[in-house]
């Protein structure tokens, strides 16, 4: 039998928190998160686990890592892989969560949001030039033109979901804070 | 954290255990025991809230500093909006105090 197994990401802007379920349940039946692996998580067979993940998003100074990763560890969440900025921890149940006020979760989310932006926006921008060329062109321009906007169509409008995905976690969480408050 | 005028909880218990130099996971603990763990920071908050405190310059890198123990001490403009947002606290216990007395007799 194989070791090694693959689990696509249901896209982290999403549905961070079912990820990060189905990566406990995983663990749960002896399949253990190894690394991040194209878009999805890479996994291999050891024994069951009880664990919890949490993912963070944090663009790391080389001069930083030693004490995030310990403030972690201190909090009992050990590092488990991290790729492009993104990281991931385990813990035991019933650990303290990584983000334990609604304040710093938001400011996560704005850190997610920039990137997630920057793509969406470059895609829409494409998209909108390529539509101007496929409806003001002829011939061959135009034929590229439209083959170039159907592609670029097809990814932009998961990039702008995904975007509006990330905003509706802040919003979400922004509700949360003024129930506290 | 937009704004640091009013201090949230968590902003506050930080700043308040760093009106010592202390390590980050110092804080993380020292807030554990004196509230008999009913009120815990999480790694990635305590994180980026020292983060946001280093930025605002209400906290400094202590001079017991290495690059593999970082120590944080509150600055003097730490210390006053420290003591500002305890003002504002006492305000708050004092009418809630107040008012239970007066609910008594």
């Given at each position: 039998m194989r070791n090694k197994r693959y689990m696509p990401s249901m896209g982290l802007a999403f549905s961070e928190a079912l990820d990060m379920k189905e990566l406990s349940k995983k663990a749960a039946e002896g399949w253990h998160l190894k690394r991040f692996q194209c878009a999805g998580y890479g996994l291999e067979k050891g024994e069951p686990e009880e664990v919890i993940f949490s993912i963070d998003y944090r663009k790391l100074q080389k001069a930083d890592e030693e004490e995030y990763f310990e403030l972690f560890a201190y909090g009992g969440w050990t590092h488990v892989c991290s790729s492009a900025h993104m990281h991931i921890f385990k813990a035991a149940?019933?650990?303290?969560?990584?983000?334990?006020?609604?304040e710093s979760s938001i400011d996560k989310l704005a850190r997610l949001a920039k990137p997630v932006n920057l793509v969406a926006s470059i895609a829409l921008a494409i998209t909108m030039v390529l539509w101007v060329f496929m409806t003001f062109t002829s011939g061959t321009i135009q034929h590229i033109a439209e083959q170039g906007f159907t592609g670029s169509f097809i990814f932009t409008v998961p990039a702008i979901m995904t975007s509006g995905g990330v905003y509706y976690h802040m919003w979400k969480n922004l509700r949360l804070k003024s129930k506290h408050i | 954290m937009k704004s640091l005028e009013q201090l949230t909880d968590s902003v506050f218990y930080i700043m308040a255990a760093l009106t010592e130099p202390r390590h980050g996971y110092a804080v993380m603990s020292l807030i554990e025991e004196t509230t008999k763990g009913t009120f815990v920071v999480g790694p990635a908050s305590l994180y980026t809230i020292i983060k946001k405190l280093l930025a605002e310059q209400l906290i400094q890198l202590h001079d017991d500093s290495d690059s593999r123990r970082k120590v944080y001490v509150l600055t003097d403009k730490g210390r006053e909006i420290l003591l500002e947002d305890i003002e504002r606290r006492k305000t708050m216990i004092h009418l809630a105090e107040q008012g239970l007395q007066r609910g008594q007799k």
């Open positions: 149940p019933e650990t303290t969560p990584i983000y334990s006020d609604a | -």
